[in-house]
């Protein structure tokens, strides 16, 4: 069997060194490039290439481009790339979002190819049906895919109180600000601190959250969303507070949770009375979640997530896989 050729936009960031990381031990794969302006000419970790320019990248000659680049940048690319044929798998915010309005709203520019927002959102435990043979892949971000596996079952159900809040405490490891320099990530600011930011709605996230709710259960409330910046390198924990319609019990969740995850692969649903920790996580490509209920009308979710991997570049393959009808799970466990 040929092997499928793949290139990597933005190797060098942390998502894209853990993209390489999985496509070198990936059966099906032959890593043809790695794209870094910063680090030209320098050798790609495990592999026998060496980084190239994004402008040099020989994409034609590749099956699927996976794209670890910002945005604005990143739709430019899946436009040119796309055109040519190739399968691309998006892990920016160019492509998560329904409308170019909703992109402007959120991103604050006008989005550069709004013909590409038809791209189905890949997040494969609810959306597996519409990514198998897809071209075109909106990878989901870290605190989208760990706070929607953590609400599924009870978007699914209808389970939730019609127009109640829905409240999410988050907290990522400090990979999730890319690895370019910042002052507020530097390790003296980091260390022994846990900082938020973006509270409340502020966070550009929560219309990618909220986009994916509604299309579940258009009846949910608003998303009140904070995250955190922790004091580790990866790692994302999305403690989630709900309120149950009538009719749905907090006591009847771990049922429910352990029937709709049963059968995935990459979702674990903890026993009762256990809680989902990083260590559950860190440097796999699975999402942990346990339930907490409060009494009977209110529920606490904890879901976390490696938000390098099951939150970007893992999840990026379990895409790449269903799009080659490839088994789900090949080269992450």
């Given at each position: ?7 990597v936009y933005?190797a ?11 496509l070198?031990?990936?059966?099906a794969?032959e890593?043809?490039f ?12 495990g592999t026998?290439l060496s980084?190239?320019p994004h402008e040099?990248?020989p994409y ?7 794209l670890a680049m910002p945005h604005g940048?990143?739709?430019?690319l899946?436009?040119?790339?796309a055109a040519?044929g190739v399968k691309v798998i ?5 492509l998560r979002?329904?409308t ?6 959120w991103?604050?520019?006008e989005?550069?190819?709004p013909?590409?927002?038809s791209a189905?959102?890949?997040l494969p435990?609810?959306n597996?049906?519409a990514?198998r043979g ?8 870290c605190?989208?895919?760990?706070t929607?596996l953590g ?6 159900a209808?389970?939730l109180?019609p127009?109640?809040p829905?409240?999410v405490d988050?907290?990522?490891g400090?990979?999730?600000a ?10 003296v600011?980091?260390?022994g ?9 502020a ?8 986009q994916?709710?509604a299309k579940?259960?258009?009846r949910?409330?608003?998303l009140?969303f904070?995250?955190?910046l ?5 790692g994302?924990?999305a403690?989630?507070y709900v ?6 019990n907090?006591a009847?969740?771990q049922?429910?949770?352990a029937e709709?995850?049963e059968?995935?692969?990459l979702?674990n649903v903890l ?5 989902a920790t ?6 796999n490509n ?5 339930l ?6 209110f529920l ?7 938000n ?5 570049s893992?999840?990026?393959?379990q895409c790449?896989n269903?799009m080659?009808?490839?088994?789900e799970?090949t080269?992450?466990?």
């Amino acid at each position: 069997m040929d092997k499928i050729r793949v290139g990597v936009y933005g190797a060098s960031g942390y998502a894209g060194m853990d993209l390489i990381d999985i496509l070198r031990g990936h059966p099906a794969v032959e890593l043809v490039f790695g794209t870094s302006n910063t680090y030209t000419g320098q050798s790609i970790a495990g592999t026998d290439l060496s980084y190239i320019p994004h402008e040099a990248a020989p994409y034609a000659d590749t099956d699927a481009v996976f794209l670890a680049m910002p945005h604005g940048v990143s739709a430019q690319l899946a436009a040119k790339v796309a055109a040519a044929g190739v399968k691309v798998i998006d892990l920016s915010a160019d492509l998560r979002l329904d409308t170019a309005e909703a992109y402007q709203r959120w991103y604050k520019h006008e989005h550069p190819h709004p013909e590409l927002l038809s791209a189905p959102y890949g997040l494969p435990e609810i959306n597996r049906a519409a990514l198998r043979g897809a071209n075109i892949v909106a990878a989901p971000g870290c605190y989208p895919t760990t706070t929607l596996l953590g609400l599924y079952p009870l978007l699914a159900a209808r389970a939730l109180a019609p127009g109640r809040p829905v409240i999410v405490d988050a907290k990522s490891g400090v990979s999730g600000a890319g690895r370019e320099p910042k002052p507020n990530t530097h390790f003296v600011e980091v260390f022994g601190n846990l900082s938020p930011y973006n509270p409340g709605r502020a966070h550009r996230h929560v219309g990618e959250i909220e986009q994916e709710m509604a299309k579940l259960d258009p009846r949910v409330g608003m998303l009140i969303f904070t995250p955190h910046l922790l004091p580790v390198d990866r790692g994302l924990m999305a403690s989630i507070y709900v309120e149950l319609d009538e009719g749905h019990n907090a006591a009847d969740a771990q049922d429910l949770y352990a029937e709709c995850y049963e059968n995935e692969p990459l979702v674990n649903v903890l026993p009762a009375g256990q809680q989902a920790t990083l260590r559950h996580v860190v440097r796999n490509n699975t999402c942990a979640i346990s339930l907490t209920p409060v009494d009977d009308r209110f529920l606490h979710i904890t879901s976390v997530t490696d938000n390098l991997r099951k939150g970007a570049s893992g999840q990026a393959v379990q895409c790449f896989n269903l799009m080659f009808d490839l088994p789900e799970t090949t080269g992450l466990l």
